[in-house]
T-cell receptor, first 113, second 114 residues
Framework: EPEVTQTPSHQVTQMGQEVILRCVPISNHLYFYWYRQILGQKVEFLVSFYNNEISEKSEIFDDQFSVERPDGSNFTLKIRSTKLEDSAMYFC???????????FGPGTRLTVL | AQKVTQAQTEISVVEKEDVTLDCVYETRDTTYYLFWYKQPPSGELVFLIRRNSFDEQNEISGRYSWNFQKSTSSFNFTITASQVVDSAVYFCALSEASDYKLSFGAGTTVTVRA
């Protein structure tokens, strides 16, 4: 069964460093999303992406964040200069346009020291 | 604006008891989708069920069932004969047809004791 994959599973970085989180969505899906979950809190929408551009972004998704689909398969989230409060689990999802169901990857746990 | 409320923070039951999780939502859209996700201790989000706003039929899928009532904007979820492996955080989520992004509730932690 096709699935969304994410790498790395855990990333530790120093404050101020840039990180790139990678996702491979399900191949025939066209809509992609990033969500964030700070430890013990709810899952929050960050950004949606369709047709090589951002469809919508939340107020969390400020200028420090960017997304890209550099090739036909990867979907990346870049944080330019990480802050302590960026420590969270980051989930990638891709949406099946027929059933409007979002399939989530296993998440990347980002720890900013 | 979307909003999903899960009033129950934690529920603890003994194995084989039924567990009902409450979810109340707000939306101005007429077409929307409701979901339940499970997040076990390992951290991944596991899709459980989806319901469309235009289909209020309630169903049972194995040990899972749900009660969708548009009149009260509620989408409750029941686990029948709970098992220890059901211990997890359960999230209710809403997406509108206008953008499909998911808005999650705060989650309910379910602990099933042997």
């Amino acid at each position: 069964e096709p699935e969304v994959t994410q790498t790395p599973s855990h990333q530790v970085t120093q404050m101020g460093q840039e990180v790139i989180l990678r996702c491979v969505p399900i191949s025939n899906h066209l809509y992609f999303y990033w969500y964030r979950q700070i430890l013990g809190q709810k899952v929050e929408f960050l950004v949606s992406f369709y047709n090589n551009e951002i469809s919508e972004k939340s107020e969390i998704f400020d200028d420090q964040f960017s997304v890209e689909r550099p090739d036909g398969s990867n979907f990346t989230l870049k944080i330019r200069s990480t802050k302590l409060e960026d420590s969270a689990m980051y989930f990638c999802a891709s949406r099946d346009p027929t059933y409007n169901e979002q399939f989530f990857g296993p998440g990347t746990r980002l720890t900013v020291l | 604006a979307q909003k999903v409320t899960q009033a129950q923070t934690e529920i603890s039951v003994v194995e084989k008891e039924d567990v009902t999780l409450d979810c109340v939502y707000e939306t101005r859209d007429t077409t929307y989708y409701l979901f339940w996700y499970k997040q076990p201790p390992s951290g991944e989000l596991v899709f459980l069920i989806r319901r469309n706003s235009f289909d209020e039929q309630n169903e049972i899928s194995g040990r899972y069932s749900w009660n969708f009532q548009k009149s009260t904007s509620s989408f409750n979820f029941t686990i029948t004969a709970s098992q220890v492996v059901d211990s997890a955080v359960y999230f209710c989520a809403l997406s509108e047809a206008s953008d499909y992004k998911l808005s999650f509730g705060a989650g309910t932690t379910v602990t099933v004791r042997a």
